[in-house]
Each structure stands twice: as structure tokens, then as C-alpha cells.
């Protein structure tokens, strides 16, 4: 039945190919935690002249889920994670566990897009606890790593075999394996339109930069904003107990923003590596290129270490750069859009309906709007005011590190004595977040599930580095407004999701 299927797409696309409806291909980058708050696209000068100054940055992009696992699968199901029921990075937390493998993944995007007669392609990093059982459904060639982010020692599902590397760089070995797909993929016989996607490991922990590339960024530091190393008491508990960092830990903040930076710069040549088969191969201008990351990242602000998983831009602001056909060069796009847009838009781009089933929408016809709107920056797409962010605390028995002076009953997570065993995370480390750009306002509501019921707020025109939490200043109507949007979106399924 299967085989069936698949001749059958492949007929359909030969038929529009003969009709003159060639469907283009795709091809998406996401990087694992790359922030945009502090200069995280810095590195990426090959990238950003290449994708963003060819096509469009969409300035206002955020994870749905500041957290790994989460994020990517709202990414391939183009749903909120209350919705596709992956919370965490744990199997018991629905990462790459049984509901994830019985449901949401037989019908993610690679499935659809292989279903209509696209060759698919994967390389990188899958999900945080995918181990190389067997190639996930929907992927013609499959390269997909173990477990977390890594850059040697690891081990690679490919294709019908597991296979264990030792000294091979990894954003090295995925930019080969893309290579060679993107060329078989536009020269072979088999001509029908690929969708390929690429996941490197940077700038995850353990921040490893390629050989060549240690020192580039020798003497940075980590980006000293306002909040950084500076707590304060109106933050959730999590954070508003934060004590300042000692030098020793700032001295390793700084180390590792560095290191980050460095591992990115392999990054930027795989995506000029990959854009330079596509003009050669007389592809690119068939090709949408999309680049992103799961999630953002904080570097010492309110004296937390290092880490995501916090309502704070640092953490959910991400790089969002497409180029292809119809988008115009350097549009600087402001409209709200979240990871979860991302499979409806690579649907639309192959002419393929939204299931009803996805929270995100299509920016297809916002991208090409835009473009024709003489680059016309404060076009907004219809139906969507605000964003939703949800995250649910991994903190429990399991977390527990003995090398930090904390209890097992505590259920802290994230707690490590290089970050001077300030715990990044707890049990309940629970929230839900509405970005708010209604009425042109730029504000973010949050409401925390602890034993305070803590809320906070911020006006980020104002105040861009949520440096003074106002939701007591805000109109008692105001909150209650937010709360019950809050509720709403926390709920929303489908078209229900589009305010």
C-alpha cells in the first residue's frame, strides 16, 4: 500500500511537471539554541548575506516552547506542545514516546510532503530522545543523531544501520551528507522536488568549535546587557532568588559565549557550502531556504548562568531568515510568527492544504505581499495577534545532582557546579506566555504555575531588557483580559489558535 502511495504522488507531480507546475523545492536549517537578543546571527556572515540580504528576516520569530525536544516537534506537526503532547526532553515527557510515535509523527511534514511526491532528506540532530531504533516515517534518506546535541563521539542512524563516529566533526559530516543529497537531488535521474532538512549541533552545549576555528573569537565577552549578572526580586521565585554571580562564573559565561560563537562559524560555510550546489546545480532560484533554531538562549541575565527555559526574549527569540521564489531581497519583515507557522508555510509553498489539525498558519502570502508591497515593512498577515509560550518545569527526583547542596526532594533540574549550582530549572518552573502585538503593542503576560500564582509583565518598547515587571501596574481589566486570552490560547486547537 505503501509503495502504491508513493508511485501514485510521484504521478502527480509528473503530471504537474507536465502541466508547467513545477513545485519547488525546500530546504530548512535549525540550529539548536541560537539567540538573537545577543548577537547570536553575529558569526553568521555567510548566512546572513546569503539568505537574509537575498531574501527576508522576519524580526518578530519566536519558539512556542523554550526547550529542545518541544520545539522541534512543533516545528514537524506545526502545533503548540499542548496539542502534539511532547513537554519536555524526556520519554516521559512525551519526547520520542509512545504518543509522539503513534500519532503526532505519522502525520508530521516530512510524512505529507513524501505523501505528494517530494524526496526527503534529514541530517542532524532529530529529537532529544530519538536512539536510532528505526528511521522515522517520512524520510527517503535519514541521518539522524542519538540522542542530544554533540559534536564527536557520537552515533548516527543511517538510513537502514546505526553507525558510531569517533573524530568526525559533526556539522562537518552533516554538511557532506547535504552536499551529496542536494546534488543527487538536482542532477540525478529521479527529477522530482526534495524537501531537505538539516539540524547541527550549534551552539549546544558543549560548545565545541571545529579545530580550525578555536580563537576566532578569542577575548569576546558575553554580551553585558542591562540584566546581565544583575538580579532582582520581581521575577518568579526561579529567577527573583538569584544571588549575584561570583567572577569565576562570569569568567566561564564568558568562555562559553565565545566557544558558541566559535561553533557557529561551521554553521555559516555548511549553509554556503549548500547554497553553493544549489547555484551550481541551477537550482536556487527553485529552492526555498529556510533558517531558524528550536529556541534562544540567556548568558548571565538576572544572574542566571546558561541556559533557555524562561519567559525572557534571550530565551524565546529566534533567527528566522527565507529566501526563494517571489520573496524579495533585504524586506525586514515585523509581523508575529512562531515555529509553529513554519510546516503550514513549507505546505503551502509545495501547494499542499494545511490539515485543520495545525495551530500555525501559512506566512507564504505574507512573504510574497511584502515583496510586492515595495518592501513595505508594517504589512502585518491576517488573523494573528499574539503568540502563545508554554513550558513545563523537568525538575523531579531524577534531576537531582549530588554535587550541588540541594535535596532530592527539592526536584530541581539544571543544577551543575560550573554554573556555581544555581539550578536552572524545577518542578515547578511551569508557565504560559502571551506575546502580545494587538493594537501595535509590544508586550509579553505571564503567568506561572507555583505556589505563588505568580504573574509578570512587560512593555518591551519600553523596557526591551524586561528589566521592571509591571503587571501590577497594568488596569485591572487589562490583566483580566490577558488572563482569559491566556486561557484560550492554553486551549486552542486548529483555526482556534489564529488571535
Known sequence: MASFMLSLAISIFCVAWVLGEQLPNILLIITDDQDVELHGMYPMYETSKLLGRAGAQLQNAFTPTPICCPARASLLTGQYAHNHRTFNNSVSGGCNGPDWLDRSERRALPVILQNRGYRTFFAGKYLNEFRGAKVPPGWNEFHGLHGNSRYYNYTMRENSQNVSYTSAYLTDLLRDRAVDFLRNATQGDEQRPFFAMVAPPAPHAPYTP????????????????????????????????????????????????????????????????????????????????????????????????????????????????????????????????????????????????????????????????????????????????????????????????????????????????????????????????????????????????????????????????????????LLPIERAIYRLRLQNLTKCSGHSCLV
Not at 294 to 311: I, L, S, V
Open 210 to 473: 571545529a579545530p580550525r576555528h578555536r580563537g576566532v573569537f578569542a577575548n569576546t565577552k558575553a554580551l553585558r546587557t542591562p540584566s546581565f549578572n544583575n538580579p532582582t526580586e520581581d521575577k518568579h521565585w526561579l529567577v527573583g532568588s538569584s544571588a549575584r554571580l561570583a567572577d569565576e562564573t562570569v569568567a566561564t559565561i564568558d568562555r562559553y559565549f565565545q566557544l558558541r560563537w566559535e561553533s557557529l562559524l561551521a554553521v555559516d560555510e555548511l549553509v554556503a557550502a549548500l547554497v553553493a550546489v544549489l547555484s551550481e546545480t541551477k537550482s536556487l532560484d527553485d529552492t526555498y531556504i529556510i533558517y531558524t533554531s528550536d529556541n534562544g538562549y540567556h548568558m548571565g541575565q538576572f544572574a542566571q548562568p546558561f541556559d533557555k527555559r524562561q519567559p525572557y526574549e534571550t530565551d524565546i527569540h529566534i533567527p528566522l531568515l527565507i529566501r526563494g521564489p517571489g520573496i524579495a531581497a533585504g524586506i525586514h519583515l515585523h509581523a508575529p510568527v512562531s515555529l509553529i507557522d513554519l510546516a503550514p508555510t513549507v505546505l503551502d509553498f509545495a501547494g499542499i492544504s494545511v490539515p485543520p489539525y495545525m495551530d500555525g498558519r501559512s506566512i507564504h502570502g505574507y512573504l510574497l505581499q511584502a515583496g510586492r508591497a515595495d518592501r513595505d515593512a508594517s504589512l502585518h498577515p491576517p488573523h494573528r495577534h499574539s503568540l502563545l509560550i508554554e513550558y513545563w518545569g523537568e525538575g523531579n527526583a531524577n534531576t537531582y545532582n549530588p554535587s550541588c547542596p540541594w535535596r532530592r526532594s527539592d526536584r530541581l533540574a539544571e543544577c551543575t557546579p560550573e554554573a556555581a549550582c544555581h539550578c536552572q530549572d524545577a518542578w515547578n518552573n511551569t508557565f504560559a506566555c502571551l506575546r502580545d502585538f494587538k493594537y501595535n503593542v509590544d508586550r509579553i503576560y505571564c503567568q506561572f504555575s507555583d505556589n505563588e500564582h505568580f504573574s509578570e509583565a512587560y512593555d518591551l518598547t519600553q523596557d526591551p531588557y524586561q528589566m521592571v515587571n509591571i503587571v501590577y501596574d
